[in-house]
């Protein structure tokens, strides 16, 4: 589910949040699948538990609560291009290396980087009304570059 909608319960639905929830169902896939045909990743317990799979899986406890715990998790690892590689490329299943250059093309898409002379910029529950417009536009405009790169 995209960083939005897991943060904010009645926010306008636009269609980058749905590139953006296909690039995690993506990574799922790297992780939990071990090929073609089906074949399931031989995953230990313990491999899973200290994976990203366990910390995106809301835990039973209250809904909201866990929603923004997964979207703040989702966001540090989506923005920081260090903390994707150790976390989500390192860890996949080898088997999908070869999606090493898409994964990371669809993160800086999805999440570029800010522009440089803002070295502290607001996040969006500070923000305006009128910047939380401005940025679901700039949004759509990466999904139109997201949609010409596929």
Not at 72 to 79: E, N, P, R, T
Not at 104 to 119: I, K, M, T, V, Y
Not at 123 to 148: A, C, F, H, M, P
Request: proline share 8%.
């Amino acid at each position: 589910m995209a960083i939005d909608i897991l943060k904010w319960s009645n926010i306008e639905h636009i269609a980058v949040y749905d590139v953006e929830s296909l690039f995690y169902v993506l990574i799922w896939i790297t992780f939990l699948y071990s090929g073609p045909n089906g074949l399931e990743r031989k995953m230990t317990v313990d491999f899973y538990n200290k994976s990203i799979l366990q910390e995106w899986s809301p835990p039973k406890v209250e809904k909201e609560t866990s929603l923004r715990t997964i979207a703040s998790v989702k966001g540090y690892i989506m923005v920081e291009p260090r903390q994707f590689a150790v976390t989500i490329l390192r860890k996949k299943d080898p088997f999908f290396s070869s999606l090493n250059n898409c994964l990371r093309g669809l993160r800086e898409a999805l999440f570029p980087p800010p522009p440089p002379e803002l070295d502290n910029p607001p996040s969006i529950e500070e923000s305006t009304e009128e910047e939380q417009d401005l940025i679901y536009r700039v949004k759509g405009t990466v999904l139109s570059g997201v949609k010409k790169t596929l």
